[in-house]
């Protein structure tokens, strides 16, 4: 019978003769007829106290009319009549005392169902000691006081009885189908021995071994997995097979052992969302996804299920039936990365500081940084930072820099940081190699920072002596180079600047307009004609360029 489901059964009790014993079958009765035939024994026999012998005088002989003692083997000795001490049958009273032989026990279907497999069956047969010779007047007379002050248990109980305990049996007498229905309900699956008493006295039945209460049918939500491959026994290698069982639970608990279930197994890659130190939340990411390799039925209520995961990460292992969670899903298993392979690992920038990527261009002065992610050859990254990696500086003006990296820290694992600071603008190469096999090379380079009034510079063909123009002379040109703190030429334009050339002597002065030229250089001209000593000022905005020297001179009359 299935565990969490009632179960009935039928108690039939029959006579010698195989007939169902009916309505007229009284508690009181019945034991009376056990007890009278030697057939039935209490747990604690009261105490008789025996009667005074009666008297010697001779019996007297009974009627002619009196049956002669039956010769039937089955038959019992009947009860006294009342008044009759002695236990011998009242004259005219031929009516056979009840007995009781067997009991049959099978399972009794639901109204309106097919009859299930029987759990308990036994054919009618004689169980009932039929032989009994016939007992003394005194023992009869025993037998009687006994039958009369013996207590009268209920006529029919039924138990089931397990290693863990016992399971009561309810059981009602059905009086038009003269049989007991006995019912049960049981919760835990195993075998149980139906234990059936009569009166208090356990009835043996024929061809009965045990009563086998079944699991149920799979309860998803009670199911369980266990293995290597669901994270029980830590980080898993990427690119090995890895494996784990599914075991079946019906609603009670009950392990199944039977097969024919469906499994929808799968592996998301996942991202821990939890910012508190040592919280964990981890969120599918979409970033990877792996499907079960296969999924055994070892029709035993187990499911082997596998899978060979190739990218290192952390996973949420979902394992559904009928998309419903069996327990604890979806389970979190981290898969670590083989050993690092140079050709699978990457140079990268970190996005989150501004301006630093050592890997794109960037402005003089400022530090370079840039990281290493180790990669197995799958390329999952690396979770452990135990790789040695060397990397090379070449910029302009002689700059270099060989250094080896360091690991980036608890948070960033399987990362490596290296740094660079050149004040050169220019070209720059970065290379970087493990155990002499090269990761990655990137050509970039350096540019000017912001401008810095104070390095920008002003230049003329005409500083720092001159002639003063004269008619079909080209007019002069004042160059301004916009430079940056260290000296490096900006290369864009963008910037207002302004010229002033006034004599040393303050009795001459004069603003020149200054054209952009689009590539860090402005240009302004002018014709002066006034020999002198002049200080030539370029501004910008509220700051002064370095001042030059201007002498104009006369030329010849």
């Excluded at 031929?94 to 497999?117: E, L």
């Excluded at 009670?222 to 290698?237: F, H, K, N, Q, R």
């Excluded at 609603?251 to 040592?278: K, Y």
């Excluded at 979770?383 to 990397?391: H, I, N, P, V």
Aim: aromatic share 6%; charged share 15%.
């Amino acid at each position: 019978s299935p565990a969490g489901s009632p179960a009935q059964l039928r108690i039939t009790l029959l006579d010698a003769g195989g007939n169902a014993l009916g309505d007229g079958l009284t508690q009181r009765s019945l034991v009376e007829a056990l007890i009278l035939s030697g057939s039935y024994e209490v747990d604690t026999d009261p105490v008789i106290t025996p009667e005074p012998a009666p008297p010697t005088t001779p019996a007297p002989s009974l009627p002619p009319t009196t049956p002669p003692p039956s010769t039937d083997p089955g038959s019992v000795p009947a009860p006294p009549a009342p008044g009759d001490p002695t236990g011998t049958p009242s004259p005219g009273d031929d009516s056979p005392i009840p007995t009781v032989d067997a009991m049959t026990a099978t399972p009794a279907a639901p109204d309106g169902q097919p009859t299930p497999t029987p759990i308990v069956t036994s054919e009618p047969q004689t169980g009932m000691p039929t032989d009994t010779p016939t007992a003394t007047p005194d023992a009869a007379a025993a037998r009687r006081r006994l039958a009369q002050t013996v207590d009268v248990p209920p006529v029919v109980t039924a138990v089931l009885v397990s290693s863990t305990g016992q399971v009561p049996v309810s059981v009602v007498y059905d009086p038009i189908q003269h049989y007991y229905r006995g019912e049960y309900i049981t919760f835990t699956a195993g075998r149980y021995f139906l234990d059936v008493r009569l009166y208090g006295k356990r009835l043996n039945i024929p061809n009965y071994q045990f009563t086998a209460v079944l699991a149920g049918a799979e309860h998803t939500p009670s199911c369980t997995v266990s293995g290597t491959g669901a994270g029980d026994a830590g980080p898993l290698p990427a690119g090995e097979m890895a494996e784990f069982t599914v075991q079946a639970v019906d609603a009670n608990g009950n392990r199944l052992s039977r097969g024919g279930a469906n499994w929808a197994v799968l592996l998301e890659s996942a991202t821990d969302t939890d910012n508190t130190l040592g919280g964990e939340s981890w969120v599918a990411d979409g970033s990877h996804f792996l499907r079960a390799s296969s999924v055994t039925d070892l029709q035993n209520g187990r499911y082997r299920v596998a899978y060979r995961p190739l990218v290192a990460a952390t996973y949420l292992l979902s394992v559904r039936r009928g998309g419903v969670h069996v327990s604890g899903s979806p389970f979190v298993v981290d898969v670590r990365a083989g050993p690092t392979v140079a050709a699978q690992s990457v140079l990268t920038c970190d996005d989150a500081v501004e301006g630093a990527c050592g890997l794109t261009e960037l402005p003089a002065g400022n530090q370079g940084v840039f990281y290493i992610q180790a990669k197995d050859r799958f390329g999952g990254n690396k979770t452990t930072s135990d790789d040695q990696f060397f990397y090379s500086i070449v910029g302009s003006g002689g700059y270099s820099k060989d250094s080896v990296t360091v690991a980036r820290g608890q948070a960033f694992p399987g990362q490596y940081r290296a740094t660079f600071n050149t004040e050169k603008a220019g070209p720059l190469t970065v290379t970087v190699t493990l155990r002499g096999t090269l990761v990655g090379q990137v050509m970039t380079a350096i540019i000017p920072g912001r401008v810095d009034a104070q390095r920008c510079t002003l230049s003329s063909a005409a500083f720092p002596t001159a002639p003063v123009w004269t008619p079909g002379q080209e007019p002069d040109v004042i160059t301004i180079t916009a430079r940056d703190t260290f000296g490096n030429a900006l290369t864009e334009g963008g910037l207002t600047f302004d010229v002033v050339m006034a004599k040393t002597d303050a009795s001459y002065s004069v603003t020149l307009s200054v054209t952009d030229q689009g590539d860090g250089t402005y240009q302004s001209t002018y014709i002066n004609k006034e020999p002198g000593e002049y200080r030539v000022t370029g501004r910008l905005g509220l700051e002064s360029l370095p001042t030059q020297s201007l002498s104009l001179r006369a030329g010849p009359a």
